[in-house]
């Protein structure tokens, strides 16, 4: 479950897809018929995230939240994971060691060098946010070495993409989030800067597996890992709308924090606490969600494309049932980078590249199952 618990930010980034900030944040009393959900859904761990606007602005009730699904751990005997994605400009003093003490997944926000990320990443008043953020991040680093760092790829940005994973490397983070901007408008030439940016980036990740400390970059891993896996097992999709749901400060069910925006209702609602899910809405949503548009059933990529992604259909037409028209052309980018990396890495019989797609979790399993030798794989 993932608290949107606030409305307010203190930057103004310019791809910001929640709206103009406001000050609206999530009562103590959303808060705990929320966590109280969290703990009365499923079975097993709990994972609780916490998102905004920028969470940290609202530090006093994030320690409300935690303080009540700590007692609901102790009383249910479920363990609960905690996780948050922040700008990482109040990433410091009491806040740092809160979230140090209670073992928080993070992901700081950070676009890459001072020249790039201030520019999309000002402070409210316009000043840069860049030296703040690496200081911050610095600090996290040393409590909680798995910080990871989103770094967002919109067109007046694509052809930084190597320079900004380069700046992030270069301050020790091993998970870097490349995330594009869905919402905004692609064309020919900026796609192509993506393209070739994102091959400099695969490049550079390459390097990585070569030194022995090799980074995850989810983006091209993912493409990756559902080739690997195909056909011997079927991949879930996102569990956005089933196992996954995001509460919104007024108490309304959204599938995904990107379809909360200015949370006024007219989104896509999939039912408020005080009156538990509405079924039917959550079903046109999943019905979407996991159905193959009829023009992508031929595609040959199809296993490994994000048409099935309901929040970048959402993004890029407001609608979840509607096909965004410049999604191929961003998949296939996406795919050639994965490709890059993973056919230069095979070709290397890289040990780290091997072991991570092929030897662990649902790839090591399906190869034993169908008897494939992993040796012969990567023999001449």
């Given at each position: 479950?993932?608290?949107?618990?606030?409305?307010?930010?203190?930057?103004?980034?310019?791809?910001?897809?929640?709206?103009?900030?406001?000050?609206?944040?999530?009562?103590?009393?959303?808060?705990?018929?929320?966590?109280?959900?969290?703990?009365?859904?499923?079975?097993?761990?709990?994972?609780?995230?916490?998102?905004?606007?920028?969470?940290?602005?609202?530090?006093?009730?994030?320690?409300?939240?935690?303080?009540?699904?700590?007692?609901?751990?102790?009383?249910?005997?479920?363990?609960?994971?905690?996780?948050?994605?922040?700008?990482?400009?109040?990433?410091?003093?009491?806040?740092?060691?809160?979230?140090?003490?209670?073992?928080?997944?993070?992901?700081?926000?950070?676009?890459?060098?001072?020249?790039?990320?201030?520019?999309?990443?000002?402070?409210?008043?316009?000043?840069?946010?860049?030296?703040?953020?690496?200081?911050?991040?610095?600090?996290?680093?040393?409590?909680?070495?798995?910080?990871?760092?989103?770094?967002?790829?919109?067109?007046?940005?694509?052809?930084?993409?190597?320079?900004?994973?380069?700046?992030?490397?270069?301050?020790?983070?091993?998970?870097?989030?490349?995330?594009?901007?869905?919402?905004?408008?692609?064309?020919?030439?900026?796609?192509?800067?993506?393209?070739?940016?994102?091959?400099?980036?695969?490049?550079?990740?390459?390097?990585?597996?070569?030194?022995?400390?090799?980074?995850?970059?989810?983006?091209?891993?993912?493409?990756?890992?559902r080739h690997v896996l195909h056909p011997l097992v079927s991949v879930p999709r996102c569990a956005c709308g089933r196992a996954q749901v995001v509460v919104a400060p007024s108490g309304r069910l959204y599938p995904c924090d990107r379809m909360v925006g200015g949370d006024d209702g007219g989104g896509c609602?999939?039912?408020?606490?005080?009156?538990?899910?509405?079924?039917?809405?959550?079903?046109?949503?999943?019905?979407?969600?996991?159905?193959?548009?009829?023009?992508?059933?031929?595609?040959?990529?199809?296993?490994?494309?994000?048409?099935?992604?309901?929040?970048?259909?959402?993004?890029?037409?407001?609608?979840?049932?509607?096909?965004?028209?410049?999604?191929?052309?961003?998949?296939?980018?996406?795919?050639?980078?994965?490709?890059?990396?993973?056919?230069?890495?095979?070709?290397?019989?890289?040990?780290?590249?091997?072991?991570?797609?092929?030897?662990?979790?649902?790839?090591?399993?399906?190869?034993?199952?169908?008897?494939?030798?992993?040796?012969?794989?990567?023999?001449?």
């Open positions: 479950m993932e608290l949107f618990i606030t409305h307010a930010c203190n930057l103004r980034c310019t791809y910001c897809y929640n709206g103009a900030p406001f000050d609206r944040n999530m009562s103590s009393e959303v808060m705990a018929k929320a966590v109280d959900l969290a703990f009365e859904e499923g079975a097993g761990p709990v994972g609780l995230a916490f998102f905004g606007g920028e969470p940290l602005v609202a530090f006093d009730l994030l320690c409300e939240a935690v303080a009540r699904s700590e007692a609901a751990s102790a009383r249910t005997g479920r363990a609960v994971r905690y996780r948050m994605t922040t700008n990482g400009t109040l990433l410091d003093g009491e806040r740092l060691d809160f979230l140090a003490r209670h073992r928080f997944r993070l992901a700081v926000s950070l676009d890459g060098p001072a020249g790039i990320h201030d520019r999309h990443r000002p402070f409210a008043g316009g000043k840069g946010s860049h030296a703040t953020v690496v200081a911050n991040l610095a600090a996290a680093l040393a409590r909680l070495p798995d910080v990871a760092v989103v770094t967002v790829l919109g067109p007046g940005s694509a052809k930084t993409a190597r320079a900004a994973f380069d700046h992030v490397a270069s301050l020790g983070v091993l998970r870097h989030h490349l995330a594009i901007d869905y919402h905004a408008a692609w064309d020919v030439g900026s796609v192509e800067a993506l393209r070739r940016s994102l091959l400099d980036v695969a490049d550079a990740v390459a390097d990585t597996y070569r030194a022995g400390r090799p980074v995850a970059v989810p983006l091209l891993d993912a493409k990756i890992a609602v999939i039912g408020t606490l005080d009156g538990g899910f509405d079924e039917a809405a959550r079903a046109r949503f999943l019905h979407c969600h996991d159905g193959t548009p009829e023009r992508c059933r031929a595609c040959d990529v199809r296993h490994r494309c994000s048409f099935w992604g309901s929040c970048i259909r959402w993004a890029l037409t407001g609608r979840v049932d509607a096909f965004p028209e410049g999604l191929c052309a961003l998949e296939r980018v996406l795919i050639d980078a994965a490709d890059h990396l993973a056919g230069t890495l095979f070709a290397e019989r890289s040990e780290s590249f091997r072991r991570r797609f092929y030897e662990t979790g649902p790839a090591g399993r399906a190869l034993d199952l169908h008897g494939i030798d992993v040796d012969g794989l990567f023999a001449d």
